[in-house]
């Protein structure tokens, strides 16, 4: 679980960061890094629905 959660405060900062170096605003900035993972999870999930039917 602590992986999981160290992965999660990674990847929210580097989204975060990411965002901020390209839009100057942190506000969007935010905005991305909460967004971008709730997105990310969901594509996950279909795209191993996906891969299964493969296996």
Known sequence: MIKTITFAVMHFSVAFGVAWLLTGDMII?????????????IAYYFHEKIWERFE
């Open 29 to 41: 900035g935010g905005a991305i890094a909460l967004i971008e993972p709730a997105v990310n999870t």
